[in-house]
């Protein structure tokens, strides 16, 4: 089955500094992509997602990139800000009636 | 606006108890899941259904079972409970694949 690789797992940066987070996934099948955010305490919401026949995607200050070749995609916080610290978590899926697994999380802390 | 909602924030049992953890959506979603989520775990799926009285397994499936009699309502059973059970329970719903809407969580503790 599908497993999904994310490192690191802790992250902490000056505010106003950029942070990535890489994920890898193991099927060649998966298609879509998300990415989860968890505040202290909150339910994880979804922030931005990626589809197969994307290979980059931007909102703001996030955006996320796919390689399907090499089965890796990462997030890229730009211009980061105290409210950005959270738990961020990736997550690999097939098509329709299929699971979603997610990746083990990144903590991330930014230091104003 | 997106909601769901989960029977419980904590709850407290003794081991061999029989758990039920309840989950209500308002969407109209098709798929719903069941994790558990624990402190470098991350998000681990228990078990997910596409529709009504349908289930499938997801990757820790042992312990646990679930019942959808209902598209809005998914419930989540533990038939003993044990001490490896205590955890932080999230539900989601999604519609086909695509974003997942979590509820609140529920802290399950096992004494």
């Known amino acids: 089955g599908e497993n999904v690789e994310q490192h690191p797992s802790t992250l902490s940066v000056q505010e106003g500094d950029s942070a990535v987070i890489k994920c890898t996934y193991s099927d060649s099948a998966s298609n879509y992509f998300p990415w989860y955010k968890q505040e202290l305490g909150k339910r994880p919401q979804l922030i931005i997602d990626i589809r197969s026949n994307v290979g980059e995607k931007k909102d703001q200050r996030i955006a996320v990139t796919l390689n399907k070749t090499a089965k890796h995609f990462s997030l890229h916080i730009t211009e980061t800000q105290p409210e950005d610290s959270a738990v961020y978590f990736c997550a690999a899926a097939k098509t329709s009636y299929d699971k979603v697994i997610f990746g083990p999380g990144t903590s991330l802390s930014v230091i104003p | 606006d997106v909601k769901v909602t989960q029977s419980s924030r904590y709850l407290v049992k003794r081991t061999g108890e029989k758990v039920f953890l309840e989950c209500v959506q308002d969407?109209?979603?098709?798929?719903m899941f069941w994790y558990r989520q624990d402190p470098g775990l991350g998000l681990r799926l228990i078990y997910f259904s596409y529709d009504v009285k349908m289930k499938e397994k997801g990757d820790i499936p042992e312990g646990y079972s679930v019942s959808r009699e209902k598209k809005e309502r998914f419930s989540l059973i533990l038939e003993s409970a044990s001490t490896n059970q205590t955890s932080m329970y999230l539900c989601?719903?999604?519609?086909?694949?695509?974003?997942?809407?979590f509820g609140p969580g529920t802290r399950l503790t096992v004494l």
């Open positions: 989601a719903s999604s519609y086909d694949t695509d974003t997942q809407y």
């Open positions: 969407m109209d979603h098709e798929n």
